[in-house]
C-alpha cells in the first residue's frame, strides 16, 4: 500500500491507536535548501519531535549548501550515489533523478542493513518498487505537484524533458520597474528589492538565469535598486522577511509554496500570483494581496506599501494569526504522526 500526501495536506482519524517508535527513513534525491527539502527536513523533525526515529537517504547532501539540522546532528543523513551524473549536456535531468533515486534505494534495502517500518519518499516515485523489496515496508509518498503539469508540453520530446524559468523572477524586476516611475521622488529612494534564494552551481539552469536576471535589471535600469543574494543563511533569510515591507512572490501556478508561510509567520505580507498555493495560503487583502502575473498589478499592490495606503501593524498581526491558526508546526506534526499511526495499524491487522 502507499500513502499519497498532496499539499493539501492528510485528514486524520479520531480512532486511531497510540503505538511505539516507528523507525522512518526518508529517501529524498538531493537535500539542498529549496522548498521541497525544508518540508522532508520539517517532516523528520516532527516524527522525531513524536518520539519515532528517522534517518535519511540522498543521492547529495553538501554541508555547505543544506538546512543546518541536517549537518549539526539532529538529522542522520546517509549519502550514496552522488557520482551519478545530474543531467546529460544540460538535459535529462529528471531521468538522472530517477536513476538516482532508484540506486539510493537499492543501496537501502539491499546493502545497509537499516532496519526500517515505514519509507517517506517524495518527489520521485520511480523508487517505491524498489523499496517493495524489503517486504512490509509501508510506503508514504509525498505529492507536492503532480509531475506532469511541472512542464509546458512543447515537445521535441517535452524540450528533452525540462528545465524552464519556472518561478518567473522576471516578473519582479518587471514590477520594481513600474514601482519607481510611478513612486514620487522623495520616496523612490526608499524603495529597494532584495532577490534572495537558493542557488547551486553545480546546475545551468541557476548559472543561465541569475545572468538572465542581471542583465534584465540593467537593461531596466534599475541595477542600483536591486541586490541578488545568493543561497542565504537561514539566519540572514529570517531577519531579511522581519526587515522587509512585504514578500513579492512571483511563481505561477506553484505548489504548496513554504515561502509565503515563512513571511507571515514573522509578519511580512505577501504580494503573489492569484494562482496555486497561495490561493490557499494567502488571503488577499488581510494577509497580502494576490495579483494577475502582470507587472501592473504586482506594481500597483507593492505601492500601497510605499504610500502608506494600508495599516501595515494590523496586515502583519492578521498574517501571523493565521499562519499559527492553519499552519503550525504543532498541527503538521499531529497530522503526520496520525498518518503514520495508521500505516503501522494497517500492517498489524495484517
Not at 516507528?22 to 525544508?38: N, Q, S, Y
Not at 553538501?62 to 546532528?73: A, L, R
Request: proline share 4%.
Amino acid at each position: 500500500m502507499v500513502v499519497v500526501l498532496t499539499a493539501e495536506w492528510m485528514e486524520t482519524s479520531a480512532n486511531q491507536q497510540v503505538i511505539g517508535m516507528v523507525k522512518v527513513v526518508f529517501v529524498h534525491p538531493d537535500l539542498g535548501i529549496g522548498g521541497a527539502e525544508r518540508l522532508v527536513v520539517d517532516a523528520a523533525l516532527a516524527l522525531k519531535r513524536k518520539d519515532h526515529h528517522v534517518q535519511f537517504f540522498t543521492a547529495h547532501h553538501d554541508p555547505s549548501h543544506c538546512f543546518p539540522e541536517t549537518n549539526d546532528g539532529q538529522l542522520e543523513v546517509t549519502c550514496v550515489g552522488d557520482w551519478l551524473p545530474r543531467s546529460t549536456f544540460g538535459r535529462l535531468a529528471a531521468f538522472w533523478a530517477y536513476v538516482r533515486m532508484i540506486y539510493v534505494a537499492l543501496y537501502l534495502v539491499l546493502f545497509s542493513g537499516v532496519v526500517f517500518d515505514v519509507a517517506f519518499v517524495d518527489q520521485v516515485s520511480a523508487c517505491i518498487p524498489f523499496l517493495r523489496l524489503r517486504g512490509k515496508v509501508k510506503i508514504l509518498f509525498y505529492c507536492h505537484f503532480p509531475d506532469q503539469l511541472l512542464t509546458q508540453r512543447r515537445s521535441l520530446p517535452k524540450r528533452i524533458y525540462r528545465y524552464e524559468r519556472k518561478k518567473n523572477l522576471s516578473l519582479a524586476l518587471q514590477s520594481l520597474k513600474l514601482l519607481v516611475d510611478k513612486t514620487d521622488k522623495d520616496k523612490v529612494g526608499n524603495i529597494h528589492l532584495m532577490m534572495a534564494g537558493g542557488y547551486d552551481d553545480r546546475v545551468t539552469e541557476n548559472i543561465e538565469h541569475y545572468a538572465e536576471l542581471v542583465q534584465l535589471s540593467n537593461e531596466l535600469n534599475i541595477d542600483d535598486k536591486v541586490t541578488f543574494l545568493k543561497s542565504p543563511t537561514d539566519k540572514v533569510k529570517v531577519a531579511l522577511l522581519r526587515a522587509a515591507e512585504c514578500l513579492i512572490y512571483t511563481p505561477d501556478k506553484e505548489h504548496f509554496g513554504i515561502v509565503p508561510i515563512e513571511a507571515m509567520y514573522v509578519g511580512t505580507p505577501v504580494i503573489a500570483v492569484n494562482s496555486g498555493g497561495p490561493k490557499e495560503t494567502v488571503v488577499s487583502g488581510e494577509t497580502g494581496f494576490l495579483c494577475e502575473q502582470t507587472p501592473q498589478e504586482f506594481s500597483d499592490a507593492m505601492l500601497k506599501f510605499i504610500a502608506g495606503g494600508i495599516d501595515k501593524e494590523k496586515m502583519g498581526s492578521d498574517c501571523q494569526k493565521h499562519v499559527t491558526s492553519n499552519f503550525s508546526f504543532i498541527r503538521f506534526s499531529e497530522q503526520l504522526h496520525y498518518t503514520v499511526q495508521g500505516l503501522m495499524d494497517e500492517r498489524k491487522q495484517r
